[in-house]
């Protein structure tokens, strides 16, 4: 009786962040909007950034359904992560990274935002532990939600729009044919210096990472 209960209800998922807070772990959260026909846009680079982290670290997403939230839990030889790509569309992001924090015990210095940033030129990235939202939505969410600017974040360069009031169908927009190349090395970079905040902390990795294009 109770073995065809549990096949005709299902058993809950399991929890992906069980067992993990207060260990010594590194959050890094990508930005981005879920959905397919939001997959390869330029407002995505932040999702396409933690899926080479999690294909790297060999490790799976799962639904964390009380942060709104894809999670892959990794380990690699410098560090342990969590990684996690918010679904609540990118301008209500903040809400999930805050409990994100709260379920792991983690203060805002162990979590690091990765997003596309219009304000910087294509395949620029820049690092930096504290700052303001500017213009970008997913941050001024994330900035709101922590009551704090001291949050470490990511930007990815993407370039400005090419005409006057384009912006959201630039975010929105795909990478031209001839980027492709271009944009697969630029999220590998981004992946090797998020990585490199995690094991070797941030003056290290700013250092290394913060290029222009």
């Not at 709104?68 to 609540?88: F, R, Y």
């Amino acid at each position: 009786m109770f073995d065809f209960l549990r096949r005709l209800f299902g058993a809950p998922p399991p929890d992906p962040l069980a067992g993990l807070a207060g260990q010594p772990l590194r959050l890094v959260v990508g930005l981005g909007n879920p959905g397919p026909e939001y997959a390869n846009t330029r407002h995505n680079l932040g999702f396409r950034t933690v899926d080479v982290l999690a294909q790297g670290c060999a490790a799976a997403w799962s639904p964390l359904d009380d942060a709104d939230s894809l999670i892959a839990v990794g380990q690699t030889a410098e560090a342990n992560l969590v990684l996690a790509k918010p679904h609540t569309f990118m301008n209500r992001s903040g809400g999930a990274v805050r409990r994100l924090l709260e379920r792991l015990e983690l203060g805002r210095d162990r979590c690091l935002i990765v997003y596309d940033d219009m304000d910087l030129p294509f395949g620029a990235l820049r690092l930096r532990q504290r700052g303001s939202a500017g213009t970008h939505n997913g941050m001024r969410s994330v900035v709101g939600a922590l009551g704090a600017e001291d949050v470490p974040r990511l930007r990815i360069g993407i370039s400005q729009a090419g005409r006057p009031g384009g912006a959201i169908d630039h975010v929105l927009g795909e990478f031209a044919p001839d980027e492709q190349a271009q944009v697969d090395e630029l999220v590998a970079r981004a992946a090797e210096a998020a990585l490199a905040w995690a094991s070797q902390g941030a003056d290290a990795a700013m250092n290394r990472y913060n290029t222009r294009a």
